[in-house]
């Protein structure tokens, strides 16, 4: 089975910290995205890549960024974190576009 | 641009009843549709996709969903509901980016079965 593993369950940071949040594969997938969940709102995609050093924004991107420089990993960088951006943290991968996504456990995410 | 709507917060049936969550999206193309299950403390989980071919589309644990072109709907179903069928549902599309293609969910319906 396709394994997305995400380095933290929970973390808690404070106002204004630089924040990483880590995501592996294991599957050679070409896609992977990030997402954050937040009740009511559903999923909202922040950024996704589809090849390594290639990235696209997605719906939600303001205060993020993210780094892909091997296929298996990709890392969504809070810049100076705030409390807006505390949330459930979902990390999924792809082998192709018509295909399903694969979620890792997700990081919940508080800041304080 | 593309969307997903799911109209129902939370929908509530009884053990043995037959469930419908509800779904539609708008989307430029074709519709390339997902449902995704979450349980409590899990990670998302896919059920079942639509890519092309017959508009009844059998998936997990024993759910199924019809496409509707012309209603542009995506309901999932199931014939028996079962008290450890309670989950939050989400139904997905394939949108268009600039460079690749990414899948937008939307807002999720809790279901809840009650024996």
């Known amino acids: 089975d396709v394994k997305v593993t995400q380095s933290s369950r929970y973390l808690v940071k404070r106002t204004g910290e630089k924040v990483f949040l880590e995501c592996v594969q294991d599957m050679d997938h070409e896609n992977m995205f990030w997402y954050r969940q937040d009740p009511g709102l559903g999923l909202r995609l922040i950024y996704f890549?589809?090849?390594?050093?290639?990235?696209e924004k997605g719906d939600i991107p303001e205060g993020y960024s993210v780094s892909r420089e091997k296929k298996e990993r990709f890392s969504l960088i809070l810049e100076s974190a705030s409390t807006n951006q505390t949330s459930m943290y979902l990390c999924a991968s792809s082998f192709d576009w018509n295909e399903k996504l694969f979620f890792g456990s997700g990081t919940q995410l508080s800041v304080l | 641009a593309q969307s997903v709507a799911q109209p129902e917060d939370q929908v509530n049936v009884a053990e043995g009843n037959p469930l419908t969550v509800k779904c539609t999206y708008s989307v430029s193309g074709n519709p390339y549709l997902f449902w995704y299950v979450q349980y409590p403390n899990r990670g998302l989980q896919f059920l079942l996709k639509?890519?092309?071919?017959?508009?009844l589309v059998k998936g997990s644990y024993g759910f199924e969903a019809e496409f509707n072109k012309s209603q542009t709907s995506f309901h999932l179903k199931k014939p028996s509901a079962l008290v450890s069928d309670s989950a939050l549902y989400f139904c997905?599309?394939?949108?268009?980016?600039?460079?690749?293609?990414?899948?937008?969910f939307g807002a999720g319906t809790r279901l809840f079965v009650k024996a």
């Open positions: 890549s589809y090849d390594v050093k290639m990235k």
């Open positions: 997905a599309v394939r949108g268009i980016g600039t460079g690749g293609f990414k899948t937008i």
């Open positions: 639509y890519i092309t071919g017959d508009n």
